[in-house]
């Protein structure tokens, strides 16, 4: 299939929405409501340090909201606005918060269900409005519901559409696009139908066990199990990596994506010769900038005195998960919560480890004074950040100190 064309297609078609609908000022005043703090931006103010009682706050100096997820809702919420009686549906989360996809289905929206590890998209009929949430939509589903004749509202981020646009140039030379991401993660797959031939790795060691296989060969069966749900129908081994492309899932670590990129363009020019690597190894920057910052703002944060941290995001956002890494890495007691909720009375605290099931934590405040350091995934609206804190102080002053 031609991706590109049907892209250009698409978008010059009547039924597709990929702005706002001139009801800016109406979403502005909701958004600002619903989403805004007045404590954050003080604390913003004040050096991003906040001290009340035994507590003293230190924010990241990037976190929630970036651009393209505030755009989406936006763009969302005006959906709703400019088409008050139609039925509207989104074919996942307009972001990975809770809190904002619960807004939607209060406005009405539906969200399509999943059986099955499938989309049930019979539930959508011809003249619905479709909303592409931030992450976007694989190509398959846009086109369904083109088919459909639905009217698309397409909030994917610009950031992941640049991506797209990486491994439509990876395409076009015949080359395989290694996608640093998780399979499963809504915009891997959106971004793997944009290629004809993919493969997916999750982290640095599997990238290493793929390089080792272009340089050293191996046992083919094996390669094809392990990849067995991240790689293109009918992948190869033996003939899909003399030529690979770099593409990444943007809410990735952004030091492994650089890592991994380093490494495959090393192993091709070990293979192919420095004078060959232009014919067998591309790389452009698809890393976002706000993951970026976020990740670069962690970094500096967990090098102060904190006694501990609070990683504020849904629990199956990418980006928030990768800075709850950055705290483990420095072993500094790290909590990943989705919001207030989950700090409970009597100093407990229900929060998702990495890679393990929700635990409730006792006594996770100590005694005495406390340097807390709190982020949150791009995600996640001030407000959610500004509760969590509220929380904190109203627990900390019924604790002994």
């Known amino acids: 299939m031609d991706t590109k064309a049907f892209k250009r297609s698409l978008q010059q078609s009547e039924n597709y929405h990929r702005k706002g609908f001139g009801h800016e000022a109406e979403v502005a005043s909701v958004m600002q409501t619903a989403y805004q703090s007045s404590l954050i931006q003080q604390i913003r103010d004040n050096n991003y340090r906040l001290e009340r009682g035994a507590v003293t706050i230190r924010l990241a100096e990037a976190f929630g909201f970036c651009w393209g997820v505030e755009r989406a809702v936006a763009i969302a919420y005006e959906t709703r606005q400019h088409f008050p009686s139609e039925r509207i549906w989104i074919t996942n989360e307009i972001i990975h918060n809770p809190s904002v996809n619960q807004?939607?289905?209060?406005?009405?929206?539906?969200?399509?269900?999943?059986?099955?590890?499938?989309?049930?998209f019979s539930v959508v009929g011809s003249?619905?409005?479709?909303?592409?949430?931030?992450?976007?939509?694989?190509?398959?589903?846009?086109?369904?519901?083109?088919?459909?004749?639905?009217?698309?509202?397409?909030?994917?981020?610009?950031?992941?559409?640049?991506?797209?646009n990486t491994v439509e140039k990876h395409k076009k030379k015949d080359y395989t696009s290694i996608i640093h991401g998780q399979y499963k993660h809504e915009e891997t797959v959106a971004t793997s139908s944009?290629?004809?031939?993919?493969?997916?790795?999750?982290?640095?060691?599997?990238?290493?066990?793929?390089?080792?296989?272009?340089?050293?060969?191996?046992d083919r069966a094996e390669f094809i199990a392990k990849f067995s749900k991240a790689c293109s129908s009918g992948f190869d081994p033996d003939v899909d990596l003399d030529s690979v492309g770099i593409a990444n899932?943007?809410?990735?670590?952004?030091?492994?994506?650089?890592?991994?990129?380093?490494?495959?363009?090393?192993?091709?020019?070990?293979?192919?010769?420095?004078?060959n690597l232009n014919e067998h190894f591309l790389s452009f920057n698809t890393i976002c900038d706000a993951t970026q910052e976020r990740q670069d703002a962690m970094l500096s944060l967990v090098e102060e005195k904190l006694d501990l941290m609070l990683v504020i995001g849904g629990f199956n956002s990418s980006n928030?998960?990768?800075l709850q890494e950055i705290a483990i890495d420095k072993t500094l007691p790290s909590y990943?919560?989705?919001?207030?909720?989950?700090?409970?009375?009597?100093?407990?605290?229900?929060?998702?480890?990495?890679?393990?099931?929700?635990?409730?934590t006792h006594n996770w405040l100590p005694d005495g004074n406390i340097v807390v350091g709190v982020t949150s995934g791009a995600s996640t609206p001030d407000k959610v950040v500004e509760d969590a804190i509220d929380r904190i102080f109203a627990l900390k002053a019924t604790v002994i100190v």
């Not at 939509?137 to 981020?157: P, R, Y």
């Not at 919560?337 to 409730?360: C, F, M, T, W, Y």
């Open 320 to 322: 928030t998960t990768h």
């Open 336 to 360: 990943h919560i989705d919001s207030a909720d989950r700090i409970l009375p009597g100093n407990r605290i229900e929060h998702k480890p990495l890679g393990a099931d929700l635990v409730v």
């Open 127 to 164: 003249g619905d409005v479709v909303i592409l949430p931030a992450f976007g939509a694989s190509v398959q589903e846009m086109q369904l519901l083109n088919d459909k004749g639905c009217k698309i509202v397409d909030t994917t981020c610009p950031w992941v559409s640049k991506v797209w």
């Open 103 to 120: 807004h939607l289905r209060d406005m009405d929206v539906g969200f399509i269900a999943v059986e099955n590890g499938q989309k049930d």
């Open 249 to 275: 899932q943007t809410t990735m670590l952004k030091t492994e994506t650089e890592n991994i990129g380093k490494l495959f363009e090393k192993t091709m020019m070990r293979k192919f010769g420095p004078s």
């Open 194 to 218: 944009f290629a004809n031939k993919y493969l997916i790795v999750l982290n640095l060691p599997e990238a290493e066990y793929v390089s080792n296989y272009i340089l050293h060969g191996g």
